[in-house]
């Protein structure tokens, strides 16, 4: 059992940053895996982010690849997002979300798939503005 509490959401100026933070708590943190899903209005729930929280190792969708960072602080049993060159249509509520991993590897298409998740924050708001 994990629980997950986002924060740092906030207004930002298109083409500007963000970091938003996911607060994880629960036990064996290493055997889940850690990611960042987005949900704008009117549209599904889409994968942005994932980490191994054992391994550290990452996926990204590819529209913020490059743009984006997904990293976890061990000790402080947290994970953050990192968003650079912010975009308009990239305004959404940003959730954090787990899955127990039934292995090391992040294996796509389940890895960023919104139904592999089974722990979910409650979501931040993170307003991109022109």
């Known amino acids: 059992q994990v629980q997950l509490v986002e924060s740092g959401g906030g207004l930002v100026q298109a083409g500007g940053s963000l970091t938003i933070s996911c607060a994880v708590s629960g036990s064996t943190l290493g055997d889940y895996h850690i990611g960042w899903f987005r949900q704008a209005p009117g549209k599904d729930r889409e994968f942005v982010a994932v980490?191994?929280?054992?391994?550290?190792?990452?996926y990204y969708a590819h529209s913020v690849r490059g743009r984006f960072t997904i990293s976890r602080d061990n000790p402080k049993n947290a994970v953050f997002l990192q968003m650079n060159n912010l975009k308009l249509e990239e305004t959404a509520v940003y959730y954090c979300a787990a899955y127990r991993r039934e292995s090391a590897l992040i294996i796509p298409p389940d890895a960023a798939t919104a139904t592999t998740y089974t722990y979910w924050g409650q979501g931040t708001q993170v307003t991109v503005s022109s």
């Open positions: 980490i191994s929280f054992g391994g550290g190792t990452t």
